[in-house]
């Protein structure tokens, strides 16, 4: 059995706000908590390496159910986004999968990294499955198939709906909406309700809307895992 490789940022701060971000917690725990359950093996990256910060809104006692509580008091778990693999070290062919967990530092480090779009376009073509949750689905913006094209065009994708950018204050923030985004690299898509638990797949791509779906991704990932 090969390994999965979760994907985390590197940026602890909004560049034109003085606020902090990060990684939110819970979509990096249920993911990797149904992945674990399953018996996968989960690696953890970063653009740079080292440490990933975890966004302090995702931490707030309204937003941490019982999972994320355990595997935020795991000293394990905690090392290791604290010492995250470089994307310059990983070996793509090592992996089965790749998840990009979101919050909003994403925005600054996931699209323009030659390194993560190369890492996810060897697994694609390997066969296995690329997959995001949130704010994470904006490092799919650039990926390219063997042929160079978008990797999502024409594919049915999900992600940080506008109107749950707007819901939060933060459309104004960041660089670009992420759902306007992946419709500008010719995805579909295609959303729930806002908050809502919602996950698509589609040509081994697997993505889900917001903050909730983490878990309902690494379903799908699974599912897909299992047929191969």
């Known amino acids: 059995m090969k390994k999965i490789l979760v994907v985390v940022t590197n940026i602890s701060k909004y560049p034109n706000l003085k606020r902090a971000t990060g990684l939110w917690l819970g979509e990096a725990v249920h993911f990797a908590a149904e ?3 399953e018996g996968y093996q989960i690696d953890y990256v970063s653009p740079k390496g080292g440490h990933t910060p975890l966004d302090p809104h995702s931490l707030q006692a309204e937003q ?3 999972l994320d509580w355990q595997y935020y008091s795991n000293d394990d778990f905690l090392n290791k986004l604290s010492t995250t693999l470089s994307a310059d070290a990983i070996n793509p062919n090592d992996y089965d999968a790749i998840y990009y967990a979101g919050g909003h530092g994403v925005m600054w480090d996931f699209p323009e990294d030659e390194n993560l779009q190369s890492i996810a376009s060897k697994i694609h073509a390997n066969g296995g499955i690329v997959s995001a949750v949130c704010h994470g689905a904006v490092a799919l913006l650039n990926i390219k198939n063997a042929e160079d094209n978008y990797l999502i065009a ?3 994708v999900t992600g940080f709906a506008n109107t749950e950018e707007i819901a939060v204050g933060l459309d104004k923030v960041v660089p670009f909406l992420t759902e306007a985004e992946l419709v500008r690299r010719g995805a579909n898509y295609v959303k729930g309700e806002d908050w809502a638990v919602f996950a698509v797949a589609d040509n081994r791509i697997v993505t889900g809307q917001n903050p909730a779906s ?5 379903k799908e990932v699974i599912q897909l895992l299992k047929s191969m």
């Open 35 to 37: 992945m674990e359950k």
């Open 64 to 66: 941490m159910t019982e």
């Open 154 to 156: 024409d594919t049915k």
């Open 214 to 218: 983490g878990g309902a991704v690494a």
